[in-house]
């Protein structure tokens, strides 16, 4: 069936390293977003990625969606502190059948 | 209101009893999601509600759960005959117009099924 794949499931980075998180479909999609969720928190939103090839930047946080819409990342320049927590992804096939990805959990220390 | 509030916080059940979760989403906002997230793990899409529309049920898991939204706001999650399964953090998000627009969650519910 449809699914999501994301990788790693954890990752641990000195702060002021770089990190990437990665999503995986096995068919199209029609757009894909990211979410946040700090430690007790609930996810926060962060971005929607639609055409094909699309990059997006939020300050130090590059969003990419592949070419073939199957696949995106998420790369964090220099981490903080701030940037702990778990990141999702999630693809969307139709409007009524979305898919999160396992997510990543990024800890960081200083 | 200000954002997406659900109620219980927190729900304790016994094996085998119904409950039911609420959802009050941000007020104009037309579309609204239910997940579920077990701990530690990702987020589960259950159903999805596009203003008056009929949803579409088949994210729900099983014939257990049903979900409704009356008057195009408040949404209600029942699950019948509740399972150790269940347990866990059920989240209810909100969003302008759907279609994959900023979506706003609500702190969840939390689950535990005895």
């Known amino acids: 069936g449809q699914q999501v794949m994301q990788i790693p499931q954890y990752q641990h980075v000195q702060e002021g390293e770089d990190f990437t998180t990665y999503c995986n479909s096995s068919t199209t999609l029609s757009n894909i977003q990211w979410y946040k969720q700090r430690p007790g928190g609930h996810p926060v939103f962060l971005i929607q990625?639609?055409?094909?090839?699309e990059v997006k930047k939020q300050k130090r946080l590059t969003f990419q969606f592949g070419e073939a819409k199957k696949n995106s990342s998420l790369h964090i320049t220099a981490t903080q502190t701030t940037d702990v927590g778990t990141y999702f992804c999630?693809?969307?096939?139709?409007?009524?059948?979305?898919?999160f990805g396992a997510g990543t959990r990024l800890t960081v220390k200083p | 209101g200000a954002g997406v509030s659900q109620s219980p916080s927190n729900k304790v059940t016994e094996k085998g009893k119904d409950v039911e979760l609420r959802c009050d989403p941000i007020s104009g906002h037309t579309a609204l999601y239910w997940y579920r997230q077990s701990l530690g793990q990702g987020l589960e899409f259950l159903i999805y509600f596009q203003g008056n529309s009929a949803p579409d049920k088949s994210g729900l898991p099983s014939d257990r759960f049903s979900a409704e939204r009356t008057g195009g706001s408040v949404s209600t999650l029942t699950i019948q005959r509740t399972q150790q399964e269940d347990s866990a953090v059920y989240l209810c998000?909100?969003?302008?117009?759907?279609?994959?627009?900023?979506?706003?969650f609500g702190p969840g519910t939390r689950l535990l099924v005895l």
């Open positions: 999630a693809g969307s096939y139709n409007n009524n059948d979305m898919r």
């Open positions: 998000a909100s969003s302008g117009g759907g279609g994959g627009e900023t979506q706003y």
């Open positions: 990625l639609v055409k094909s090839g």
